[in-house]
Structures are given as C-alpha cells and as structure tokens.
C-alpha cells in the first residue's frame, strides 16, 4: 500500500516538473511580439545572484531636449552584451524580441530579450 502511493506521489512530481519545464520552454522559445528599438545605451551589467544576466536600460529620445522613454532589456547573449558594450555612447538600434510569462527570473529581469544590435548614424 504504502509502495503504491509512493509511486503515485513520484509520478505526480514527475509530471509537474515536466510540465513546469515544457512551459518555460515554451515561453522562452515562443515570442509574443518582436520589434526595434532606438536609442542610446545608458546602462549594462551582468546582475544575479546565482544566475547571471545581461541586464540594460535604453533612453529613447525622440528630440533633443525632451524627456526620454527608458526601455528596459536582457541580453541573453553575451555576443550580443559584447556588442553593446563596444558601442556605448553612440545612437543604436536593438531587436528584440518579448517573451511573457517566464516562469523564473532566472533568465532574465524583464520581458524584453534583445536578439542583435545595429549602431544607427
């Protein structure tokens, strides 16, 4: 009896990890939107306790003497960190891509995971 529901117990905790990791399988695989973004690099560093991620923050200007819009990101790539980190201070335009509803922050602090970098003249 007591063999039987050892074995139901461990089948259900089989399932739940199972289904726990195919579903940040899926968010991290399957993006909700994609897109550009431009502007100038304020910050970028590697953060985390335990697992570490590119995480930056952009200002978007739309004319000089305005407020800028931040847009926060991740860099799951360190290519692409590497990227950036050659060209702060110059006007660049990101791609990204959003993946929601990761179920850790494990693999990043936001949403927005940003997939290659173009220096705009």
């Not at 994609?34 to 304020?42: K, N, P, T």
């Not at 985390?48 to 790539?77: R, Y």
Request: charged content about 20%; proline content about 2%.
């Amino acid at each position: 009896m007591l063999a039987s529901m050892l074995k139901v117990l461990l089948g259900l905790l089989v399932l739940a990890v199972g289904g726990l990791a195919g579903f940040a399988w899926l968010t991290l695989h399957w993006a909700y939107s994609d897109g550009e973004r431009a502007g100038y690099v304020q910050k970028l560093s590697r953060k985390g306790w335990l697992c570490k991620t590119w995480e930056g923050e952009m200002a978007m200007v739309t004319m000089p003497g305005t407020v800028s819009e931040k847009f926060a990101f991740t860099v799951p790539d360190g290519a692409v960190a590497a990227k950036i980190n050659a060209s702060v201070g110059k006007r660049m335009a990101l791609h990204y891509e959003q993946h929601r509803w990761v179920p850790t922050s494990c693999f990043g602090d936001t949403e927005y995971f940003v997939t290659a970098v173009r220096v705009v003249e």
